[in-house]
């Protein structure tokens, strides 16, 4: 079955065709357009500026992904949209055009769970995860172990107490300098950096359990940054070895607790999502430690792992297959518990 799938949840519009089911031919194409720019100036993202933005790019996205897809609009046979969390005015611009060309052109409306399309991003790659696993959800605003039993079926295991992996990511950054959004510029600098220079924390994993705390790590930075600024060193390499440490602290925090996590469920497949994931360090360093543990790792392509329609559509898809659609009303969610979706027979998660 052929879904377009939209996503508007934050500073990303995403749009993309997926043609899922045993004869499904997949991805069909896939479109983002990125307001990094529009949002750089003001250091983070403003929600009335993203939602307008949407609102410019979001037709004339479908339409060139219908064209790259070469299918036109009678081909569709459902639409998948994302419905929360997320920032309210965004996440209506994509909820109201998504619901009207569904009623427009007869087909059912699906209301998607962002985080739901995260974790679900991997089952776009081949070879595609089989459940159950655990899933290890890091993001601009989300950190989550999730035990995955099916879909529909997830129990949060742990989660950050205070700032996402994202999140540090982003403001470390900017404590160094960098331009927003800092997460991917900051892993850049970190490959330059001396890992033997500072040792930062490993929040959290001195006792049991599976949350996270990352808010501390960006005060070690911080501290780190001030001092060599204050002793006039080669600020370039120090900006470096620090970005370094904090990128070694967030991958050791991480693989330390999906870790406990897989021995805790007995998961023979861990799978990551989120733009986080994208982190080289952290993939190569979390294929290595599973591996030698005879767990499969399972991730999206770089492009997969942030913010796109192809998630929505495809976590679109199996809903539509079990049946599922939204009513003629629609609305935004932007506080929506993951746990409190619904599996595809109907009944609710865990
Ligand atoms: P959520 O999905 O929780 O609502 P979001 O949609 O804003 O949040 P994503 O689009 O999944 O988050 O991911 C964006 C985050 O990923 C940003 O915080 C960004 O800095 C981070 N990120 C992207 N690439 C990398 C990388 N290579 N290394 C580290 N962080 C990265
Ligand atoms: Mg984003
Ligand atoms: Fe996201």
Not at 217 to 225: G, I, R, S
Not at 271 to 292: F, K, P, T, Y
């Amino acid at each position: 079955m052929r879904v377009l799938g939209i996503e508007t949840s934050c500073d990303e519009t995403g749009v993309a065709l997926y043609d899922g089911g045993p004869d499904g031919a997949g991805l069909l194409a896939h479109a983002v357009y990125s307001q990094v720019e529009l949002h750089a100036e003001y250091g983070g993202v403003v929600p009335e500026l993203a939602s307008r933005d949407h609102i410019r790019k979001l037709l004339p996205l479908i339409e060139q992904v219908l064209d790259e897809a070469g299918l036109s609009a009678a081909e569709i046979e459902g639409i998948a949209y994302t419905a929360g969390p997320g920032l309210v005015g965004a996440l209506l611009v994509g909820a109201a055009l998504g619901r009207s060309l569904a009623w427009a052109w007869g087909v059912p409306a699906l209301a998607v769970h962002h985080m739901e399309g995260h974790l679900l991003a991997p089952l776009l790659e081949d070879p595609a995860p089989a459940f159950p696993f655990v899933a290890l959800l890091v993001s601009g605003g989300h950190t989550q172990l999730v035990d995955v039993q099916a879909i529909g079926r997830y129990r949060i295991l742990g989660e950050s107490v205070d700032d996402a992996a994202g999140e540090a990511f982003d403001k470390t950054a900017k404590i160094l300098g960098l331009p927003y959004p800092g997460g991917p510029a900051l892993a850049r600098l970190a490959e330059q950096g001396d890992p033997t220079r500072y040792r930062f924390p490993r929040p959290m994993t001195d006792r049991p359990g599976l949350d996270f705390s990352f808010s501390g790590l960006k005060t070690f930075a911080l501290n780190a940054w001030r001092q060599v600024q204050a002793e006039r060193e080669d600020l370039e390499q120090a900006r470096a070895d620090i970005a370094r440490a904090f990128e070694e602290a967030v991958v050791d925090t991480l693989l330390i607790k999906c870790r406990r996590a897989v021995e805790a469920a007995g998961a023979e497949r861990l799978i990551m999502a989120g733009g986080v994931s994208a982190n080289r360090r952290l993939r190569a360093r979390m294929d290595e430690q599973m591996d030698a543990r005879g767990v499969a790792v399972f991730y999206p392509r770089a492009a997969l792992c942030t913010d796109n329609g192809a998630m929505i559509a495809l976590a679109g898809h199996e809903r539509l297959v079990a049946g599922q659609h939204e009513a003629l009303s629609f609305g935004a969610r932007p506080r929506w518990a993951l746990e409190a979706l619904s599996t595809l027979d109907g009944d609710p998660a865990s």
